[in-house]
C-alpha cells in the first residue's frame, strides 16, 4: 500500500490504494510510519509524499468501521497522530503533490509538509458535515489562521470543498500547478532542494517551525536568526563553499553538511 524509493538524494514516499482514493486504515498508516523511518534511516536531503490514482487521500478509510465501536481518539492521536510528526519532523526538506482529494488524514498530512504544491483540480476543505463528525487532523488551525473564523465556520457548516486553486489563492498552501505538470513539476523543486544547503534549509524549517508553534516575536525570531547564523558559519561546510563559490564566481558544490 505504501511505497518507498530513494535516488538522487530524494525519498519518494507513494500511498498507493487507488481504488479507496488512498484512504487510509490502521495498517497503512503503521506501513506509512514505517516507510517514513526508513527514508529517515536513508538520510536523503528531500522527500516527496504522493499519491497514486486520481487522489492523494481521501481521508481515513471508514469503510469497514462501526461508529459504535470504533475508539476515533485512538485511531487519531496513536494510528495517525505519531506519522503526522514523524512527516512534519523529518530531518530533510519535504513535498507533497496534492490532487485530487486531498479531506480529512489526507489534509492533515498536507499540514504537516513543509512545500505543498497542488493540482488546480485538487479538493480540500472538510466533508464531514454529512458524516456528523469533527474536522480533525489540524484542519480548525490550518483554516482559522489562514482563512479567518468565518470563513472557516462557512467551510465546516457546509462541506463545501475548495479547488486546488481558490486554496492556493486564499494562502492554504504554496502553489497550484495544472493537473497534468503536478507530479513532474513537484519532483523538480524536490530534486533541486536535494542538491541545496541542507543544513540552512532545516534551520529555517525548525525557526518556522517555532514561529508557528511558539508564536515568537519579531526580535526572538531575529535573535535565532543570528545565533543560527553563526552556528552555520562555524559548522557548515555549504555555508564556507557558498561564499567562496560567489567570491570566486562560480556555482557552489553543497553537499549538504
Known amino acids: 500500500m505504501i511505497e518507498l524509493t530513494v535516488s538522487n538524494n530524494v525519498a519518494e514516499v507513494v500511498l498507493n490504494v487507488p481504488d479507496k482514493l488512498n484512504a487510509l486504515d490502521d495498517a497503512a498508516l503503521a506501513e506509512l510510519g514505517s516507510a517514513l523511518a526508513e527514508a529517515a534511516a536513508a538520510s536523503p536531503r528531500a522527500l516527496l509524499l504522493r499519491g497514486e490514482g486520481r487522489a492523494f487521500c481521501a481521508g481515513r478509510d471508514i469503510s469497514a468501521v462501526d461508529p459504535a465501536k470504533d475508539d476515533a481518539l485512538a485511531f487519531l492521536q496513536h494510528s495517525f497522530g505519531p506519522v503526522m510528526r514523524s512527516l512534519a519532523d523529518f530531518p530533510a526538506p519535504t513535498f507533497a503533490a496534492a490532487h485530487g482529494a486531498c479531506l ?89 532542494a536535494a ?53 570566486q564566481k562560480r556555482e557552489p558544490g553543497f553537499t549538504g553538511t
Open 104 to 192: 480529512g488524514i489526507g489534509l492533515g498530512l498536507l499540514i504537516a509538509t513543509d512545500v505543498v504544491y497542488v493540482a488546480e483540480g485538487a479538493k480540500l476543505g472538510s466533508p464531514f458535515a454529512n458524516l456528523g463528525a469533527l474536522l480533525d487532523s489540524g484542519g480548525h488551525a490550518l483554516f482559522f489562521e489562514r482563512l479567518g473564523a468565518h470563513r472557516a465556520l462557512d467551510l465546516i457548516y457546509t462541506g463545501e470543498l475548495m479547488s486546488g486553486a481558490e486554496a492556493v489563492a486564499a494562502g492554504l498552501f504554496s502553489r497550484a500547478v495544472q493537473d497534468a505538470e503536478l507530479l513532474d513539476f513537484t519532483r523538480s523543486k524536490a530534486a533541486a
Open 195 to 247: 542538491s541545496g544547503a541542507t543544513q540552512a534549509f532545516l534551520a529555517s524549517k525548525s525557526l518556522i517551525a517555532r514561529l508557528r508553534d511558539e508564536r515568537l516575536g519579531l526580535w526572538d525570531s531575529i535573535a535565532v536568526e543570528n545565533a543560527e547564523q553563526e552556528r552555520l558559519r562555524a559548522t557548515s561546510a555549504d555555508y564556507q563553499d557558498g561564499f567562496l563559490a560567489f567570491q
